[in-house]
C-alpha cells in the first residue's frame, strides 16, 4: 500500500497539471505535448506500484474499485472527470497531423484505458478508431504499439468488434505474421547470447527491457521454475540484515516484473499485439487466419521459459491461449501437440501460471478435449492436477475460481477422480469453501458489493465441484455393487466397467436409492473425509447464510448444489447421524447461535424461506435417505406383509433417525407439500417426493397412529390428489405419486389394498368387514329360481326333473321383494367410491359353470372370503394394477430391475381402457355359488354398518344389516323428552343431556349492544368480572371500560397501556386483575381491583393468566418463551423454554392445567415443578399453540386433540382450524371463533375462511358441532360469564370503501329464542342478521313445545346442572339393567351419529 505522503504528492501533480491543462491548452493555444507527458509519468509511475501489490490479473474493474486504497485509483478519478480533457485527447489531437502529438496522445489514452468505458468513449468516434487501425499497420513503432494497445480495450466490447469487422480480418493477421519475425529475430539474437542469469544483473525498473535466456531451469518440489542459486538460497539472509540474491527484490522481476509502455521496447510491443488478439481469439470467424499463421507455435514460444522469460509477457500469452481454446478444434490440436506439456514448464508462483488456470477450465469444457486430457500419461496429468491443486491455495481469487471450474467438468472422469484423490484434492477443494471470507467473518461486518459478488459466486462454484465429485463416487460405487451383483448370480458373464476416460453419465436417482439400500454396512470413504471435515456443518452454515441474502440471483442455484451434495451424502449412515445434531449457526444470526441440522433441511424444503422447486426436491431428496433409510433387522426376521414393522423391533439408529425428524416437525412440512399448487411445472415431483417420505416415516408405529387420524386419510383427501396431476404434461411424475400413495395408504390402514382415488379409511374399514363376511344363502330359493326360470323359457321336462329331484314344492309360493332402493342392483362406487368385485363378476350370471355344491351344504366353502377378492377399480386414473402389486423385493435386485419397472409402469399409461378388472385371474374356476356369493356381497357392501356376523342371505328378499338399536333412547321432540324425563331416569333416554345440549347451546338471543360513541375506541378484548356484575372490554387505546350488565351503562375508565389491550382477565376472588397489550412498556400488568385500581407489577411479555387451581402464579409468554411469575412478589420462579424443542408458534400462549401441575406452551408440555419439558407435540400449524381440556385429560392444538396420558392423538377436528377456543364454566361446551392477529386484514381473513365472521359451539364430549352462529362481522373475542346464561361477542366491521373501522360488544343470552316480533334496535341496524341453524334437528317441533320459552329454558339448564351424573348415567355406570348396560356399552363408540 502506498503511503500517505507518495499519494498526496502524486495527487497534487496530478490536480497541478491538469489546472494548467486548462489554463494554458484548453483556454489557450500552447502545445499539451509537455503537459501530457508529465501525466503519462505520473500515471505510469502508479500504475507500476499498483501491479507491485500482486492484483488479481484477471481483475479488469477500475483500479479504484479493486482497491479504494490505491494511488492510481484516486489519480484516475482525477484526470477522467474532466470532460474537456477527454474529448481532447479522445478526438481533438488525435485529428491533428502531428506525429509527436499523435503519440503521446496515444499514450496517455493506453495509460487511461483501465479507468475509461472504451464502449461509451470511442461509440460516436469512428474517425479516430479508424486511425488508430491505420497507424497500428504503419511504420511508427510507438504510435503502431500504443494504437494496437487502445484497439485492444475498444475491441473487447463485442458491438464494437463487429462494427470494425474488416478492420479486424486485416490487421489480425499482419500483426501474426509481425510476432513470428519479432521471435525469429529474438532467436537469433539469443544465440549470440548466453549467459545465465543475466536478468538479474538489471535493475527493477528497467528488467522488462531486458530478454536474456534464464539459462538451465529446475522445478521444485512445488513444481516452480526457479533459477538454480534461488533455489539453493530463498530463505537465507546477508550480514546485516540485507537480502541475499534470492530476496523479493530479485525473484519480483520473475514473479511479476514490470508493466511499464514506455521505452517501447520488443517486449511491449508483443505484449501489446497479444493483447489485441485475445478478444479476436473468441470469433469462428478468425480461426482459419489463426490455423493458417501458426498461432500456435506462437503460444508454444511464450509457454516455454527457456526461451522466453518475461512472466507478464507470458501471461498475455497465456490469455490469448485461453480465448482460441473456446474452439473446440483448437483445443483438440492444441492437446495433439503436446500442449499440456507446455503448462508444466510455466514457473510457479508466477502471472504466467495464475493464467493457466483460465486456459485449463476451457479444456475442461469441451468433453472431447477432456477424454483427450485424460488419454495423456499418468505421470502427465499427476503434474497437471498438481497445478489444479496450486492454484487452489494460490493468492489470486481468479486462479482458485478458474481451477474450481475446472474440477467441476474434469471430476467427471474417472482417470482425474482417481489422482485427485490420491492427492489428497477434497481437502484442499473443501478449504476454499471453508476459508471464504463471508463464512467467517464476525457479526456486523460490512462487505462491498464487489466483495459480496466475488464471495458468493466462489461459494457457488464450489458447491458445483463437491457436487460433480460426490456424484461421481456415487456412479463409481453404485456400479461396483451392480457388479458385485451381476458376478453374483453369474459368474461367467463378463463385467463392463466405468471406462476412465469416458465420462461417468448415471441416473443419480437410481444411484442414491440403490446406495440407500446396502450402504448399511459398508465402507464409503468420500463420506468418511466429508465427516471429518465437518462437512455437514459447513455445508449447513452455506445454506443458512445465502438463503438469507436478498437480491441475489444465483442464491437458488447455489443451495441447491449444496443440497445436492449433502444427499449424495446422507445415503451414509454416519452422515445420517451428523444430521440429526445440532449445528453451529454463522454470527450473521446473532438471535439463534445453534439450529437442529435438520431443521435447516425442512426449512429448505418448505416454500417459505426460499420458494424454488428445485431446491424443495433436493431437500426432500435427503429427507427421503433420512426417513426412508432400511433397517438393519437380521435376513431372517419377520416383517408384516405391509411392509411395517413394529417399531419396538426397529433399530436404535433408525427410531433415532424418525424421532430427529418428528421433534423439528417434519410431518407438518411434508403435509403441506402434499398440496402444493406451485411451482406449477415442479409440484407434481414434488408431491410424488413428499408422499415417498410420508411412506419411510409411516413405518413409525407412533407417525402411522398419528396420520391414522389426520383428514387428509380420514376425509379421502389424499384419493382426491391421485386424481389429476398439477399440470397435465407432468404424467409420469403423477405416476410415481400415484404408486407411493398408494403404498402411504396401505401403511396406514394396516393391510394391502388397491384403493380407488375417492376413498376414504371408513370405506376401507368397511370393505374389510364386507370381505370377511361368511356368505350364507338358503341353496333351495336358488333352485327354486332355477326351476321357474326354466318354466318361464319353456322347458318344462328339465322344471319338472328338476322339482322331483330336489323334492321342491309343486307351485311356488315364494314371491320376489322388489328392491328397497334403486341403486340395488349397482356397482357400490357410486355411494362409497368403491367397487367389490370377485371372480363371480367378471360373467354374467347365465355364464355355464360347474354345478353347486350339495343340497346339504348351505356355506359357500365354510371358510371366510380370502382378501384378495377385494378389489378397488381405479376410474379416473389409468394406472394399472402393477402400480399397486408390484412385488416386493429388497437389497440390490431391487434396484437392478428399477429402469425396467419404471419403463413398464410408463407403459401402461397409454392403456387408458383398461381396468383392474381385466386383470383378473382368467384360469380361476368359475361356478354358480360364487356368482351367487358375489352377488350377496355386493348387496352386503351396500348396508350403512356392516357386520361380519350376518343372518342367512334371500335370493327373494334384499338384505339389509341391523341397526345398532338401543334400549330407552330419548326422544328427539323436546317436549316428549321432557315428559319422559319426568317419568324416567337417564333425562329422558339415553343421549337425552346431548340432545338438551344442543338444544340450549345453538339459540342465542342478543339483548344488548355496547358501543364507544364518545370516544370512538375500538374494543378488542372482553371478560366478565368476578361478581358477573360487570363487563370489562379493552379498546384499542389501552383503556378498559367497566359497562354494568343489567343496566348497560358505563362505570369506568382505566387507562391501562399505550396500545390495544389484546387480553383481559380478572382472578376468581375478584380482587386482581391481567392485562396485556400489543406493545408498550409494560406490555403486560398486573392491576389490585381491592379498594382502588392500582398497578402492582408490569412484565414484558405478551400475555399473561392466572393457574387455574390456586390462584398464586401467572404465567407469562414472550414468544416461544414462558415465565411464571409469584403473584405476591412478581418475581419470576422459572422460565421454561428449550432451543431444540421450541415449536415457534406463532400465536403462542402457555396455559395451566386445572391441577397446575403442568404448562403447555409453544406446543411442548412442561413439568411446573421440576421446570423440564415432559413431551413435545407435533405441529401441524404455524399458529395456534393450543389449550388443555379442563376435564385435564386432552390438549387441543387447533384441530388435533390429544391424549394427555399416552401422547397419541385421538382425532382431528377440522372446524376447529384456527380457530380460538372458549369453554363454557361446566367444560361441556367450547366455543370457536376465527380471531384476526396482529395485522391481518380483517377482510382478508374472512375471505380466507368460510366462518370468518361467525362464532361456532361444540360439544366438548366428543367435539360435535352444535350451531354456527354468523355475527356478520369479524370477531375480536368472545366470552362467558360462570353461570353460561350470557355471551359476550366483540364483533368489528371494516367498511372497504372509507376504510372505517367501528366494533361493538353484543350480549348474548344462551339458550333464549330471539322474538319474531320485537327484535332489538341493535338488530334493526343489522338488518337480516340471524343465527345459522341449518343443522339443527330440533327446528322441526319448537312450534309444538308446551309451555313458553322461559319455562322450557329453564327445564334445559334443570338438566344440563347434572351432566357429570349423566354423563355417568350415558356410559353405563348408573344403569341396574344389565341388558340396557351391555347395549350401551357395545354401542359406545357411535355416540355422535345418534346426534
Known amino acids: ?68 486504497n490505491c494511488t492510481l ?84 466490447c463485442q458491438e464494437n468488434a463487429s462494427v470494425y469487422k474488416e478492420q479486424n480480418h486485416k490487421l489480425v493477421p499482419i500483426l501474426m505474421r509481425q510476432l513470428h519475425s519479432i521471435i525469429d529475430e529474438r532467436k537469433k539474437s539469443s544465440s549470440k547470447t548466453n549467459r545465465p542469469f543475466s536478468q538479474f544483473a538489471s535493475s527493477s525498473e528497467n528488467a522488462g527491457a531486458v530478454v536474456m535466456d534464464t539459462g538451465d531451469i529446475q522445478t521444485n518440489t512445488h513444481g516452480s521454475a526457479l533459477p538454480d542459486h534461488v533455489l539453493a538460497d530463498s530463505t537465507s539472509k546477508g550480514a546485516g540484515g540485507e537480502f541475499s540474491n534470492s530476496s523479493w527484490q530479485e525473484m519480483e522481476p520473475l514473479y511479476i516484473q514490470s508493466y511499464q509502455i514506455y521505452p517501447v521496447t520488443p517486449e511491449v510491443q508483443q505484449r501489446l499485439i497479444l493483447s489485441y488478439l485475445t478478444p479476436m481469439g473468441e470469433y469462428q470467424e478468425l480461426l482459419p487466419e489463426v490455423f493458417q499463421n501458426r498461432a ?70 469441451f468433453e472431447d478435449t477432456m477424454e483427450r486430457v485424460c488419454m495423456q500419461s499418468t505421470e502427465l496429468l499427476t503434474e497437471l492436477l498438481n497445478i489444479i491443486l496450486w492454484l487452489l491455495e494460490c493468492s489470486h481469487q481468479s486462479g482458485r475460481m478458474h481451477a474450481v471450474m475446472f474440477l467441476s467438468n474434469a471430476l467427471a472422469f474417472k482417470a482425474v ?110 463420506a468418511v473425509v466429508f465427516r471429518n471435515l465437518n462437512g455437514v456443518e459447513l455445508f449447513l452454515k452455506a445454506i443458512t447464510l445465502i438463503a438469507d441474502m436478498p437480491a441475489y440471483n444465483g442464491k437458488a442455484e447455489s443451495v441447491r448444489w449444496l443440497l445436492d451434495t449433502l444427499a449424495v451424502c446422507s445415503v451414509y449412515p454416519q ?124 413405518r413409525s408405529d407412533g407417525m402411522c397412529q398419528i396420520m391414522s387420524k389426520l383428514p387428509l386419510f380420514n376425509n379421502g383427501q389424499l384419493q382426491v390428489l391421485m386424481k389429476e396431476p398439477v399440470l397435465q404434461d407432468k404424467r409420469y411424475e403423477q405416476l410415481k405419486f400415484c404408486k407411493y400413495a398408494s403404498q402411504l395408504i396401505e401403511q396406514v390402514c394396516g393391510r394391502p389394498q388397491n384403493l380407488a382415488t375417492d376413498t376414504s379409511l371408513e370405506h376401507i374399514r368397511k370393505a374389510e368387514v364386507v370381505a370377511q363376511t361368511k356368505i350364507i344363502y338358503k341353496e333351495k330359493e ?38 328397497t332402493t334403486s341403486q340395488f342392483f349397482e356397482s357400490p362406487v357410486s355411494q362409497h367410491g368403491l367397487q367389490l368385485s370377485s371372480p363371480g363378476a367378471m360373467k ?103 357386520v361380519v356376523t350376518c343372518p342367512p342371505f334371500s335370493l327373494y328378499e334384499p338384505h339389509v344389516c341391523p341397526e345398532p338399536a338401543r334400549k330407552n333412547v330419548a326422544p328427539a321432540n323436546l317436549t316428549a323428552r321432557v315428559l319422559k324425563h319426568q317419568a324416567h331416569q337417564n333425562y329422558g333416554g339415553y343421549d337425552g343431556v346431548a340432545m338438551n345440549r344442543k338444544y340450549k347451546y345453538s339459540r342465542f338471543k342478543p339483548i344488548k349492544t355496547y358501543k364507544d360513541v364518545e370516544k370512538g375506541s375500538l374494543y378488542t378484548c372482553c371478560t366478565f368480572s368476578a361478581c358477573e356484575q360487570w363487563l370489562m372490554l379493552g379498546t384499542d387505546s389501552g383503556d378498559l371500560k367497566l359497562y354494568n350488565v343489567q343496566a348497560g351503562e358505563e362505570a369506568e375508565t382505566y387507562n391501562c397501556h399505550n396500545s390495544a389491550i389484546t387480553h383481559a382477565e380478572p382472578s376468581q376472588d375478584g380482587l386482581l386483575l391481567l392485562t396485556s397489550s400489543a406493545w408498550g412498556i409494560p406490555q403486560s400488568a398486573l392491576w389490585s381491583m381491592d379498594n382502588f385500581f392500582d398497578q402492582k407489577t408490569g412484565f414484558e411479555v405478551q400475555y399473561m393468566e392466572f393457574s387455574k387451581s390456586v390462584q398464586d402464579r401467572i404465567v407469562g409468554t414472550s414468544e416461544s418463551k414462558a415465565y411464571i411469575y409469584d403473584v405476591a412478589t412478581g418475581d419470576t420462579i422459572m422460565t421454561l423454554y428449550d432451543e431444540n424443542k421450541a415449536n415457534n408458534y406463532i400465536r403462542n400462549q402457555a396455559t395451566f392445567n386445572c391441577t397446575d401441575d403442568l404448562i403447555l406452551s409453544d406446543g411442548v408440555l412442561w413439568d411446573v415443578m421440576s421446570g423440564k419439558a415432559v413431551h413435545k407435540f407435533d405441529k401441524f400449524n404455524p399458529s395456534v399453540s393450543g389449550l388443555f381440556h379442563p376435564l385435564g385429560l386432552e390438549v387441543i392444538i387447533n384441530s388435533e386433540i390429544w391424549d394427555l396420558r399416552t401422547f397419541k392423538l385421538l382425532h382431528t377436528v377440522p372446524a376447529l382450524n384456527q380457530c380460538q377456543i372458549k369453554f363454557s364454566h361446566d367444560s361441556s361446551v367450547l366455543y370457536g371463533a376465527v380471531i384476526p392477529f396482529d395485522d391481518e ?12 365472521s361467525s362464532f361456532r359451539t361444540f360439544d366438548a364430549r366428543n367435539y360435535n358441532c352444535l350451531a354456527t352462529i354468523d355475527a356478520k362481522r369479524s370477531i375480536s373475542d368472545l366470552c362467558t360469564d360462570k353461570f353460561d346464561i350470557l355471551l359476550a361477542v366483540v364483533e368489528s366491521h371494516k367498511d372497504t370503501d372509507t376504510l372505517v373501522e367501528d366494533s361493538q360488544c353484543r350480549l348474548y343470552e344462551i339458550g333464549a329464542i330471539k322474538d319474531a316480533e320485537g327484535m332489538t334496535q341493535e338488530e334493526d341496524d343489522d338488518e337480516g342478521e340471524h343465527d345459522d341453524d341449518d343443522d339443527d334437528e330440533d327446528d322441526e317441533v319448537e312450534d309444538d313445545m308446551g309451555g313458553s320459552d322461559g319455562e322450557i329454558i329453564d327445564i334445559v339448564d334443570e338438566v344440563d346442572a347434572d351432566d357429570d351424573e349423566t354423563d355417568d348415567a350415558e356410559n353405563g355406570n348408573s344403569s341396574t339393567d344389565d341388558e340396557e348396560f351391555e347395549n350401551i356399552f357395545i354401542n359406545a363408540s357411535d355416540l355422535s351419529d345418534s346426534d
Not at 485529428?95 to 496517455?108: A, E, G, K, P
Not at 397409454?910 to 368359475?926: F, G, I, N, Q, R
Not at 386484514?1241 to 370468518?1252: S, V
Open 782 to 819: 336358488l333352485l327354486q329360481l332355477i326351476h321357474d326360470h326354466l318354466q318361464q323359457k319353456g322347458l318344462d321336462k328339465a322344471a319338472a326333473a328338476l322339482q322331483k329331484e330336489a323334492n321342491l314344492p309343486v307351485k311356488s309360493c315364494l314371491v320376489v321383494a322388489p328392491p
Open 296 to 365: 500456435m507455435d506462437i503460444v508454444f514460444h511464450y509457454l516455454d521459459y527457456q526461451k522466453n522469460c518475461d512472466v507478464r509477457l507470458g501471461f498475455a500469452a497465456v490469455r490469448y491461449l485461453a480465448s482460441l481454446l473456446c474452439h473446440k478444434k483448437f483445443g483438440i490440436e492444441f492437446i495433439n501437440n503436446g500442449g499440456l506439456g507446455k503448462f508444466l514448464s510455466v514457473p510457479r508462483p508466477s502471472l504466467a501460471a495464475t493464467g493457466l488456470s483460465l486456459s485449463l477450465y476451457y479444456l475442461a469444457f
Open 1 to 68: 500500500m502506498p503511503s500517505s505522503s507518495n499519494q498526496i504528492d502524486a495527487l497534487a501533480a496530478t490536480a497541478a497539471l491538469m489546472e494548467r491543462w486548462n489554463r494554458e491548452c484548453y483556454q489557450g493555444s500552447a502545445t499539451p505535448i509537455d503537459i501530457l507527458k508529465s501525466l503519462c509519468e505520473i500515471v505510469e509511475q502508479q500504475t507500476e506500484a499498483y501491479f507491485k501489490t500482486d492484483p488479481d490479473p484477471f481483475d479488469d474493474r477500475h483500479p479504484g474499485r479493486a482497491d479504494p
Open 1241 to 1252: 386484514e380483517e377482510d382478508g381473513i374472512n375471505r380466507r375462511n368460510l366462518y370468518g
Open 417 to 526: 477422480l482417481t489422482i485427485f484423490d490420491e492427492m489428497d484434492g477434497l481437502r484442499k477443494l473443501y478449504n476454499v469453501l471453508s476459508t471464504s471470507q463471508l463464512l467467517n467473518c464476525e457479526a456486523g461486518t460490512e462487505f462491498t458489493d464487489d466483495q459480496m459478488y466475488v464471495f458468493r459466486q466462489g461459494i457457488r462454484h464450489v458447491a458445483f465441484a463437491l457436487k460433480k465429485y460426490y456424484e461421481s463416487h456415487a456412479c463409481i460405487m453404485a456400479d461396483t455393487i451392480r457388479q458385485s451383483v451381476v458376478a453374483h448370480h453369474d459368474r461367467d458373464s463378463p463385467s463392463a466397467e466405468l471406462s476412465p476416460y469416458k465420462i461417468m453419465k448415471s441416473s443419480v436417482a437410481e444411484d442414491l436409492a440403490l446406495l440407500l439400500e446396502c450402504m448399511q454396512k459398508k465402507y464409503w470413504k468420500p
Open 575 to 698: 452422515i445420517q447421524l451428523e444430521l440429526c445434531k445440532t449445528v453451529d449457526l454463522p454470527d450473521h444470526f446473532p438471535d439463534r447461535l445453534s439450529s437442529p441440522a435438520i431443521s435447516i433441511i425442512l426449512a429448505m424444503a418448505d416454500t417459505d424461506i426460499l420458494c424454488d422447486a428445485e431446491v424443495q426436491k433436493s431437500a426432500l431428496n435427503i429427507i427421503i435417505n433420512l426417513v426412508c433409510a432400511p433397517s438393519d433387522k437380521p435376513p431372517g426376521s419377520s416383517v408384516h406383509r405391509r411392509g411395517r414393522s413394529n417399531s419396538a423391533t426397529q433399530s436404535p439408529f433408525l427410531q433415532s433417525l424418525w424421532d430427529a425428524f418428528r421433534q423439528n416437525n417434519g410431518i407438518m412440512v411434508l403435509l403441506k407439500l402434499l398440496g402444493i399448487q406451485a411451482p406449477l411445472t415442479g409440484a407434481d415431483a414434488i408431491r410424488a417426493l413428499a408422499c415417498q417420505a410420508l411412506v419411510g416415516l409411516s
Open 844 to 946: 354374467p350370471i347365465g355364464t355355464p359353470g360347474t354345478p353347486g355344491s350339495s343340497a346339504g351344504t348351505s356355506l359357500s366353502k365354510s371358510t371366510p372370503i380370502s382378501q384378495s377378492s377385494l378389489r378397488f377399480h381405479i376410474k379416473s386414473s389409468p394406472f394399472t394394477s402393477q402400480i399397486y402389486d408390484s412385488p416386493r423385493v429388497s437389497g440390490s435386485a431391487k434396484h437392478l430391475r428399477a429402469k425396467q419397472d419404471i419403463r413398464s409402469l410408463s407403459c401402461n399409461i397409454s392403456a387408458k381402457k383398461t381396468t383392474l378388472s381385466a386383470v383378473t385371474d382368467a384360469s380361476e374356476s368359475m361356478n354358480l355359488d360364487k356368482i351367487i356369493t358375489s352377488y350377496f356381497r355386493k348387496q352386503h357392501a351396500l348396508c350403512k354398518n356392516p
Open 73 to 156: 485509483g484516486h489519480v484516475l478519478k482525477m484526470i477522467l472527470k474532466n470532460d474537456d480533457f477527454i474529448r481532447s485527447i479522445s478526438h481533438t489531437y488525435l485529428s491533428r497531423d502531428q506525429s509527436d502529438l499523435n503519440v503521446i496522445t496515444c499514450r496517455v489514452l493506453l495509460n487511461l484505458m483501465p479507468g475509461l468505458e472504451a464502449s461509451a468513449v470511442f461509440k460516436d468516434e469512428t474517425s479516430s478508431v479508424n486511425k488508430f487501425f491505420r497507424w497500428a499497420e504503419g511504420r511508427n513503432d510507438q504510435l503502431k504499439s500504443y494504437s494496437i494497445g487502445i484497439l485492444s480495450y475498444i475491441m473487447e
